[in-house]
């Protein structure tokens, strides 16, 4: 708190915000620099996608600020305050579904809600009439009105991820964490998931963090994009996504896109072949 | 449906015919009962002494099942802390796999010292005998758990018995019920083992006295109620296993069940 108002950067508060973070894994000898002296602001209701080769730490980052991992060095502020301390809600989802194979689709989109404070102590009343109702609502935003009743394995991969995102909103967090959902997807599921994923965040405005090493991904449905190198990790480039919402899959093919989408491209490149030089 | 029906009818069959084998060779060679005793030999005992061998079968299974219900309990409960704290498991892992790899014959004496005699040292030593198996399952379902989904469980400040209950243990339930039916014959083992050694009821009990009196076909009646009994423990808990973890087979007439 008290950093956070040292620097004093704006009034605004940031959702999110590393501060000079350094994440190293192993020991001495086989020491990973996983993120470097890594800083990030994210205001509220921002769309952020952080792209970059594998291995770069975006994952890192996304678990820094889950509270899931902490970091070797530097602060982590999540709604000003020092993570963990924080009523935040967040919501997560990751390239594979993690879906539950003992419960039918609807029973593990409620999941959230048997624990998530507000929610849970009336869960046991609920269950049967008003969550199961929010459920399959939400279940028809993604087209999978129906599932609610059948079980994962009945499903394919796309719609399986489908229900992995109603889990990851069904509690309204204020935050949504994003592993490269879309990752495992054929182009035309993910393309189509794009478009619900931007209609579902300009319905309820959370503030996203969305990784990803889709380049077209990221334009289309960031409002911002932060490049990540690898080795160390640290983020070498923040852009702004001008476009206006809602895009559509059309916007990709126009010249501003094509060219933000190729300057990236070639940003991420550029600093690979530099690497590829040193020993 | 027509295949599946097929082949059990032929499973029982074979099961069957191997009976069959066993009276036919006995007969054409001319088997002494004092040696091998003909399977009809085997029930005809079994039958016309029924009175007397009833009790203790009744016994048996009594002492088998509280053991097995010992075991279970000690057994998840071992499990759970061992699967769920990394000091547990160091500490619990070797002392349990030293402990198991003694015979447990060789303990009956010692909770004889302790307990006399009689059905205490029997349901014990099925306890013991069935608990190892329930134990390593239930820790290794525990750990095996999607390091993504306990991360999920962690950001939507799920307390460590949420997750237990909501994740933990549905997941353990497969290598939970895979884990009962070796335990619930490894009891049957153990608690025959006890009554042997050191008890003046039950099949093992019986078993003993017969052979001591050359009554072959009493000990091979003695046999046979174990299979039986064993085979049937075997069965009900494969029934259970199928209702309460039809997930994990992914069938479809899971699905049409329940
Ligand atoms: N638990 C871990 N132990 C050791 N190294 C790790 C661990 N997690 C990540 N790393 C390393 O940190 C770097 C960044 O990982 P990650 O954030 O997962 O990359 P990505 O951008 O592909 O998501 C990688 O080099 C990876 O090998
Ligand atoms: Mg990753």
């Not at chain 1, 004093?8 to 000898?29: S, W």
């Not at chain 2, 243990?169 to 490894?186: D, G, H, Q």
């Not at chain 2, 039950?202 to 064993?230: K, T, Y």
Request: glycine share 8%.
């Amino acid at each position: 708190m008290n950093q956070a108002l040292a620097t004093g950067v704006a009034p605004r508060n940031p959702v999110i915000d590393l501060e000079r973070v350094n994440v190293t894994f192993g020991g001495e000898k086989n020491k990973t620099v996983a993120l470097a002296e890594t800083s990030l602001r994210i205001e509220k209701g921002e769309f952020v996608a952080l792209v970059g080769p594998s291995g770069c730490g975006k994952s890192t980052i996304l678990k820094l600020v889950a509270g899931t991992l902490s970091p070797s060095e530097g602060h982590i502020f999540v709604t000003g305050r020092e993570i963990g301390a924080n009523e935040v809600r967040i919501g997560m989802a990751f390239q594979n579904p993690t879906l539950l194979p003992w419960l039918n689709i609807r029973d593990n989109v409620m999941m959230p809600l048997k624990i998530v404070p507000p929610f849970k102590h009336g869960y046991a009343k609920k269950k049967k009439g008003e969550y199961r109702e929010r459920a399959e609502a939400l279940l028809a935003k993604v087209g999978l009105s129906g599932f609610g009743e059948k079980f994962p394995w009945q499903l394919s991969g796309g719609m399986q991820q489908r229900a992995s995102l109603c889990r990851a909103l069904i509690h309204d967090p204020t935050l949504l964490l994003l592993d490269e959902p879309f990752g495992a997807l054929d182009q035309f599921t993910r393309e189509e998931l794009w478009e619900i994923m931007q209609n579902l965040w300009i319905e309820k405005k959370p503030t996203v963090l969305l990784v990803t090493h889709d380049l077209k991904e990221a334009a289309y449905l960031a409002s911002r994009i932060c490049v990540m190198q690898a080795r160390p990790g640290r983020i070498i480039e923040d852009s702004t996504v001008p476009f206006a919402r809602p895009r559509t899959i059309d916007v990709s093919f126009e010249p501003d896109f094509v060219s933000l989408t190729q300057r990236l491209r070639e940003r991420i490149v550029a600093v690979r072949a530099v690497k590829e030089q040193q020993p | 449906m027509k295949p599946d029906t097929r082949r059990r009818v032929l499973s029982a069959c074979c099961i069957l015919g191997s009976f069959v084998a066993w009276e036919a060779i006995c007969l054409a060679f001319g088997v002494s009962d004092m040696v091998l005793p003909r399977p009809t030999q085997a029930v005809y005992t079994l039958v016309s002494q029924f009175p007397a061998i009833w009790p203790h079968a009744f016994q048996t299974i009594y002492t088998t099942l509280v053991g097995l219900g010992l075991g279970i309990l000690i057994g998840v409960l071992l499990g759970m802390l061992i699967g769920s704290s990394r000091l547990a498991y160091d500490v619990a892992y070797p002392m349990l796999v030293g402990f198991s790899s003694i015979p447990k014959v060789a303990i009956v004496p010692i909770l004889v010292l302790w307990f006399g005699a009689g059905t205490v040292p029997a349901i014990l030593t099925a306890m013991v005998m069935c608990v190892f198996p329930i134990v390593v399952n239930v820790a290794t379902g525990l750990a095996s758990t999607e390091p993504e989904l306990q991360d999920v469980m962690r950001t939507l400040k799920a307390t460590k018995l949420e997750i237990l209950w909501n994740i933990g243990l549905p997941r353990t339930m497969p290598y939970f019920f895979a884990s009962l039916k070796v335990a619930a014959t490894l009891a049957f083992v153990g608690t025959v083992i006890a009554e042997t050694v050191a008890s003046n009821r039950g099949i093992g009990n019986l078993m003993m006295i017969a052979s001591s009196s050359f009554d072959v076909p009493l000990v091979f009646a003695g046999l046979f109620i174990l299979a039986g009994l064993g085979v049937t423990l075997y069965i009900v808990f494969s029934a259970i296993e199928a209702r309460v973890t039809g997930w994990a087979v992914r069938s479809d007439d899971f699905v049409s069940n329940g």
